[in-house]
């Protein structure tokens, strides 16, 4: 069993910052891609950031120039620098991981979402 939880999330004016982490734990041989989603009330879940892992990170239009994500093989964690912060950023968001497990699958695995409220 694998489980990732994540830690940062709280309350911040428009124009300022959240450092969202999660960690990976568990039963793992090898964490493939880690992203980050976000799901506001009312909408569908959406990709926020991906990154490999080898490093390359891919963003979603509305956070680009202004979302940094970044991981660390070694500790399985992964980490979402929010700068600039806008009211529709609000959402709750969610961590992922792609792991290969000691059970040898590779299985898709989500924490428990962290909250996230820019007020304007």
């Known amino acids: 069993q694998v489980q990732l939880v994540e830690s940062g999330g709280g309350l911040v004016q428009a124009g300022g910052s959240l450092r969202l982490s999660c960690a990976a734990s568990?039963?793992?041989?090898?964490?493939?891609?880690m992203a980050w989603y976000r799901q506001a009330p009312g909408k569908q879940r959406e990709l926020v950031a991906s990154?490999?892992?080898?490093?390359?990170?891919n963003y979603a239009d509305p956070v680009k120039g202004r979302f940094t994500i970044s991981r660390d093989n070694a500790k399985n964690t992964v980490s979402l620098q929010m700068n600039n912060l806008k009211a529709e950023d609000t959402a709750v968001y969610y961590c992922t991981s792609r792991v290969l497990g000691r059970n040898l699958r590779l299985s898709d695995f989500w924490g428990q979402g962290t909250q996230v409220t820019v007020s304007s």
């Open positions: 990154i490999t892992s080898g490093g390359r990170a």
């Open positions: 568990g039963s793992i041989l090898r964490i493939d891609d």
